[in-house]
């Protein structure tokens, strides 16, 4: 990944937001970070792109983030399964507060479509103005007896501020885990029907809940839980014991693909907690029932193809297997121990639901 970020002097009154400012000694100022992710990196640069918002605007409108008044932050990837050119671009204002975003897609092979179309969108950022404007006239400021007035020369190439630290922009490379979320933080939550194989006597069916935080710069967290239909298993002598199962779960998901349409694909591991329960009755000799601890390694992957924003079905499913395998033995009526019930070593669960994404 490769991150670019420039800067120049602004020399008239930049409207912001969509704001005019109604002090004419008042020179709002803005920043862009300019940063393209791996796949990325044929997009130009940072100088080319302030160059075409420069040209936009028709004069010189860019700063330093240490003197700018709001900033503009701009990603640029680039996804091979869906052939798709993709920048999310977002304006702050000096504490932070995001005031705009914008996601702009090119399907074009090369990426000078998206330069451009990002470029424009920068520009109508620092002034909604810009596109009912035409850009100055050499050719009218000769006729109106004016000298031209030569182009604004392009960023030099090297820091200025070397010294100071980027404020705007992104993650570097370096500090960016592998498979890690860019754009601002989202959520996904659902609701699903459950089927699981290996965590009570006979398959289960239940409800389960997810929601996954998809952080800035880091992998996606995922937090679900459930719980499942109660299941009655029948001993000698007509005794039968009910079994239950709630649980609640952690994990991380290190690898995570969207592709067309936005339908996107995560891969998690994690841990599953939850409390297993035996209630026996009608037993002729001593039953050892009550609640014990489940608990399970967990590896899952989920499907989530999106419907009418900002619903999405969602198709999961996950391997376990069990830190602690619960076993249920009762007594007959001639003292000799049984087992009703013992977890096997490996379980599987299976999910569909539906979800709401935010952004």
């Known amino acids: 990944m490769r991150i670019f970020s420039t800067y120049a002097s602004v020399g008239v009154i930049t409207v912001l937001a969509g704001r005019a400012l109604a002090d004419p000694a008042s020179k709002p100022t803005s920043s862009l970070s300019w940063v393209e992710l791996p796949g990325a990196e044929v997009c130009g640069g940072a100088v080319v792109v302030a160059q075409l918002v420069e040209e936009h605007l028709g004069r010189h409108v860019l700063v330093p983030p240490s003197e700018a008044g709001a900033s503009i932050e701009a990603y640029v990837d680039r996804s091979e399964a869906a052939r798709l050119w993709r920048a999310s671009i977002v304006l ?4 932070g507060q995001v005031l705009g975003r914008r996601t702009i897609t090119s399907s074009v092979p090369d990426c000078a479509e998206l330069r451009e ?3 424009l969108a920068v520009a109508l950022m620092i002034d909604p103005d810009a596109i009912i404007r035409p850009p100055p006239s050499i ?3 000769v006729a109106a007896g004016a000298a031209p007035r030569p182009p604004a020369p392009p960023p030099p190439p090297a820091a200025p501020y070397p010294a100071a630290p980027l404020k705007v922009g992104a993650t570097t490379p370096e500090r960016r885990a592998p498979g890690a979320t860019t754009g601002p933080l989202g959520v996904d939550a659902d609701a699903s029907a459950q089927l699981a194989y290996g965590v009570l006597p006979s398959p289960a069916a239940g409800l389960a809940a997810h929601v996954t935080l998809r952080p800035p710069g880091f992998w996606r967290v995922r937090a ?3 719980a499942f239909w109660p299941q009655a298993e029948r001993a000698d002598g007509g005794a039968s014991t009910h079994f239950t199962l709630v649980y609640a779960g952690l994990a991380l998901c290190p690898v995570a ?3 067309l349409r936005r339908v996107s694909i995560d891969l998690c591991a994690g841990a599953l907690a939850g409390a297993f329960g035996a209630d026996g009755s009608a037993f002729a000799g001593t039953s050892h029932t009550g609640t014990a601890t489940f608990l399970d390694i967990v590896g899952t ?3 989530r193809v999106p419907l009418v924003a900002p619903l999405s079905a969602t198709l999961g ?3 376990g297997i069990a830190l602690s395998r619960d076993e249920v033995v009762y007594e007959d009526a001639s003292g000799a121990t049984r087992n ?4 096997p070593l490996v379980n599987a669960m299976g999910q569909l639901g539906l979800g709401v994404t935010v952004p």
Not at 92 to 95: G, I, N
Not at 340 to 343: D, E, I, K, R
């Open 317 to 319: 499913a996950s391997v």
């Open 257 to 259: 693909f969207q592709g």
């Open 117 to 119: 179309a990002a470029a």
């Open 139 to 141: 050719g009218a400021a």
């Open 224 to 226: 679900s839980t459930g």
């Open 92 to 95: 702050r204002d000096p504490a």
């Open 340 to 343: 009703l019930y013992v977890a």
């Open 301 to 303: 992957v989920t499907l």
